[in-house]
């Protein structure tokens, strides 16, 4: 059977203003995703892709919360689509 993501666990979505308050340059996008997943382990791992600049860290664990977050200038930079996958 194959392994299917039931539920990202999307939370704590936020935008961070980086080291200053007045540029942009320096804001990220940050969250939590605590993934569910159906005919996989909680101890399997996932990664996470964006469609636009980076994200860190790359993976996490099923069932546990794990915290990402975009790269500088993230924020306010247009929409970034993450795509949870199986990973092993």
Known sequence: M???????GL???ACN?????T???????????TPTVE???DTDTYTV????GTITPVS?????????????GSAGGGRRHCYPTRWR
């Not at 892709?49 to 636009?52: G, K, N």
């Open 11 to 13: 939370a704590n979505v």
């Open 39 to 41: 005919n996989g382990s």
């Open 49 to 52: 892709t964006v469609s636009a």
């Open 60 to 72: 996490g664990v099923y069932g546990t919360a794990t915290d990402f977050q975009l790269q500088a």
């Open 17 to 21: 203003a980086g080291t200053t308050n």
């Open 2 to 8: 194959l392994c299917a993501i039931t539920d990202p």
């Open 23 to 33: 540029d942009p340059a320096d804001d990220f996008t940050s969250f939590t995703l």
